[in-house]
């Protein structure tokens, strides 16, 4: 089965840390994109942060430029956020998704994506 699992998700209080994996399993991520999006409720969705299959060319979303860090680790197969002073905004639903394109466009949402996760709830509050 193909398909892309998110976890690390959870509840953290604003200014506090979370990191979250992509896993993929059925399929190499090695010639994939990897973006990960975050939908919170009533909003429409919105392209976090997007990076190249090789890890060379990286996007983020002006709102969390700064803060998130998008890496990868093909040899495990798995695509991480690191989300560093969180706030209350930020808290949405995050999803990872797999593209086929390999490279990253200067917007991460106008890419074609082929595999998505399921979503992982994040929440800040204190």
């Known amino acids: 089965q193909l398909q892309l699992v998110e976890s690390g998700g959870g509840l953290v209080q604003p200014g506090g840390s979370l990191t979250l994996s992509c896993a993929a399993s059925?399929?190499?991520?090695?010639?994939?994109?990897i973006g990960w999006f975050r939908q919170a409720p009533g909003k429409e969705r919105e392209g976090v942060a997007c990076?190249?299959?090789?890890?060379?060319?990286?996007n983020y979303a002006d709102s969390v430029k700064g803060r998130f860090t998008i890496s990868r680790d093909n040899a495990k197969n798995t695509g991480y956020l690191q989300m560093n002073s969180l706030k209350p905004e930020d808290t949405a639903v995050y999803f990872c998704a797999a593209s086929g394109l390999g490279t990253v466009q200067a917007s991460c949402s106008v890419m074609p994506y082929d595999f998505w996760g399921q979503g992982t709830q994040v929440t800040v509050s204190s």
């Open positions: 059925g399929f190499t991520l090695d010639y994939y994109a």
């Open positions: 990076i190249s299959s090789s890890g060379g060319s990286i």
